[in-house]
């Protein structure tokens, strides 16, 4: 994901490294907790994202917002076992919106969950995600918003295909999408979206591009958040 990405728990960032830039860097994190509270909506989840090269192939993606939950604790919002894993570094907020691409075909959730921990508790976490594979495993799915009325009305959790998830470690956040079919379509097999977008893959997920759609839309809403910390932490106290 442009080397900030969403991808399969990746450990990603470098706002923790490096000497000299020590103080910067937990201005930086320290901001980044801050901003579920402290910047609008349209900051972090843009009414339209462009994702030049974000589908198969290296074709074009917009998507268009149709839905912001309520901000959140992690409650019902994620299932018991993902809230389980990411019990260690607690649940401050959990902000979510749901996107559906150009055609109205298919709808992606994406989430920020801003945890209470501090730097070592998600470098952690990162470490489990990564070394267990966490991020592969379908029982750890982030749940879908489906927002009635809207083009994602039906979009539950038998309807998820296709997800992402990556526990950032220079920012107290976990961010997720989780994509599927605007048709209300169950998915028997759905698939992790570093699969789903990899050379030869052939399950529906991947043949529809829905992994494209989930780690591509996550990419920009994890850029989006890190040009957002960053102007906020040069803000003079």
Not at 194 to 211: E, I, K, R, W, Y
Request: net charge negative; proline share 7%.
């Amino acid at each position: 994901m442009l080397g900030l990405g969403l991808i399969g728990g990746a450990v990603t960032g470098s706002w923790l490294t490096g000497d000299a830039g020590d103080h910067a860097s937990v201005d930086a994190y320290t901001a980044a907790g801050t901003l579920w509270h402290s910047v609008p909506v349209d900051e972090l989840f843009p009414p339209t994202v462009q994702g030049t090269g974000a589908g198969p192939g290296g074709a074009d993606r917009t998507w268009t917002r149709i839905a912001v939950a309520p901000d959140s604790g992690c409650g019902h919002a994620l299932d018991p076992l993902l809230r389980k894993v990411l019990s260690p570094v607690g649940c401050r907020r959990l902000l979510r919106a749901t996107y559906t691409d150009a055609t109205q075909s298919h709808v992606t959730t994406v989430g920020l969950l801003f945890t209470e921990a501090d730097p070592a508790a998600m470098s952690a976490l990162a470490n489990r995600f990564r070394t267990e594979r966490l991020d592969r495993r379908a029982d750890l799915m982030p749940r879908p918003y489906a927002a009635p009325g809207t083009a994602a009305a039906a979009f539950g959790d038998r309807q998820r295909a296709s997800w992402t998830v990556s526990v950032l470690t220079d920012a107290p956040v976990v961010a997720y999408a989780v994509s599927g079919w605007a048709d209300g379509r169950t998915v028997d097999a759905p698939q992790p979206a570093a699969d789903a977008v990899g050379s030869g893959a052939t399950t529906a997920p991947a043949q529809a591009g829905l992994g494209n759609e989930a780690q591509g839309l996550a990419d920009r809403i994890e850029r989006r958040l890190r040009e957002t910390v960053g102007t906020a932490s040069e803000k003079p106290a």
